[in-house]
């Protein structure tokens, strides 16, 4: 009487109507057959008893198996390895804890069976037993790491002027993608030294949203950029160059550029989120990369590598760039950089784009935002070099699931680097002079 009312409450709370009414009228014919009838009222606690002694089996299977199974098996097999007998199950002289005995046939019979069986033998485990089950443990635990994905990750140069960039020509199995390298660093493939005669070089700029962290290098928006380019133009004419990188910010694009220029690109792209202007020029001492000069050799070593870094973190705070007043001056910097970024490669003969991401509630239209102060603020020092700048609305508004299209709450899916791939396709027809010129004469 008390049990079903909640149960009733619980399902309209929850506005399953239909089982709440379900639930209703059964509670009032059991009750009213349980009131009239005593046969009745004895075949129901019956049906109940078997009910709840089903139930209570169940969940004692659920709550007991892992007991079972998985704590008491490590805890005997580390008594073993270690020689530890507490219970003195292995011992023949000393009594047992639980009674008083004198007889061993009663205390194997009463003290042993409560545990389990096992054969009896003096002491642990030998030192070269010790060993084979060391190795084996450090082997079968080196072997899940690697399947789970450590120690293949890519590696990373630092350098003074770029802060840190991927090392070329790299090639790593993650599960589910593969990520490739070039020779020059990026996502794309290899590049010659000079641009063949008649192709048309795209140089993309950003951070792990362009680096695309979660899918293969075919799936990236840059790669099907590319292909949907070329098959606009009927000819493999155009080159899409990832330079997308982890945690980059302008002043790594900058470095970059300063370093080894443009590749002859005839069109270069700025992408990335807003928020990319609040990061200074760092290299790898605050990052979970790995360095191309210490690559780890185990698995194990790369989770002793994040677990360090965890640590280092926890210990070190946040930057201070992030805080306060230094955060808003260092987004001004960021501007600033992204400015100097659009006037370098101008002089190196690239049409200058920037193409940035919003937040995914916009992006899918969840939320409305007006426009992003920061934003404003690169678009006016671009827009003193006549360089077309955007950064997307609810370009993915009403498109389902909304789910499929991100993977977490920064990076697209395979599905949204599709999507996003058309809308820059788009984006590229309507508002770059060279691109228009390509696609017409090809």
């Known amino acids: 009487m008390i049990v079903a009312p909640i149960v009733v409450l619980l399902l309209l709370a929850y506005k399953a109507y239909g089982m709440a009414a379900l639930a209703g009228g059964i509670t009032v014919a059991v009750l009213l057959i349980r009131r009239l009838s005593p046969a009745g009222q004895k075949r129901i606690d019956h049906a109940l008893g078997m009910f709840a002694n089903a139930v209570g089996l169940v969940v004692g299977y659920i709550l007991l198996a892992p007991v079972f199974f998985i704590g008491m098996t490590v805890a005997r097999l580390m008594g073993r390895l270690s020689g530890s007998d507490p219970l003195r199950l292995r011992c023949g002289e000393s009594p047992t804890f639980w009674l008083p005995s004198d007889y061993e046939s009663r205390r194997q019979q009463y003290a042993k069976s409560m545990f389990c069986t096992e054969r009896l033998s003096k002491g642990g485990l030998s030192l070269m037993a010790l060993a084979v089950m060391t190795v084996l443990l450090i082997t079968a635990a080196e072997v899940g790491l690697r399947i789970y994905g450590f120690r ?57 949203t362009l680096a695309g962290t979660f899918v293969s290098n075919n799936e990236l928006y840059s790669s099907l950029l590319e292909k949907k380019l070329n098959e606009a133009a009927g000819a493999p004419i155009f080159e899409v ?202």
């Not at 493939?189 to 063949?196: F, G, P, V």
């Not at 910097?333 to 919003?358: F, S, T």
């Open 152 to 208: 293949d990750a890519e590696v990373y140069i630092e350098d003074v002027v770029v802060g840190y960039y991927p090392k070329p020509n790299q090639r790593v199995r993650h599960p589910g993608r593969i990520v490739t390298i070039n020779n020059h660093g990026m996502r794309a493939a290899d590049l010659t030294e000079h641009k063949l005669p008649g192709h048309f070089r795209i140089l993309m700029f950003g951070d792990s």
């Open 241 to 442: 160059m990832n330079m997308g990188v982890n945690a980059w910010g302008p002043f790594h694009e900058l470095g970059f550029v300063k370093k080894f220029g443009s590749f002859e690109a005839d069109l270069a792209i700025i992408c990335g989120p807003v928020p990319n202007c609040y990061r200074p020029l760092y290299g790898l001492d605050r990052l979970p990369f790995l360095p191309a000069n210490h690559p780890p050799r185990l698995a194990l070593e790369h989770v002793a590598y994040q677990l360090v870094w965890e640590y280092r973190q926890g210990a070190l705070g946040r930057a201070p760039y992030e805080i306060g007043d230094a955060a808003v001056e260092q987004a001004n910097k960021g501007v600033e950089a992204y400015g100097e970024l659009a006037e370098l490669l101008q002089k190196q003969g690239a049409e200058v784009m920037v193409e940035m991401l919003a937040t995914r509630m916009v992006v899918l239209g969840l939320t409305e935002q007006g426009p992003d102060p920061l934003f404003e603020k690169v678009k006016q020092r671009v827009g003193r070099l006549d360089v077309f700048a955007n950064c997307a609305g609810p370009i993915f508004k009403g498109i389902t699931p909304a789910k499929a299209l991100y993977h977490d709450a920064v990076h697209f899916d395979r599905l949204g680097h599709r999507l996003y791939a058309d809308y820059l396709f788009e984006q590229l027809r309507q508002h770059s002079t060279r691109i228009k010129k390509a696609l017409e004469h090809s």
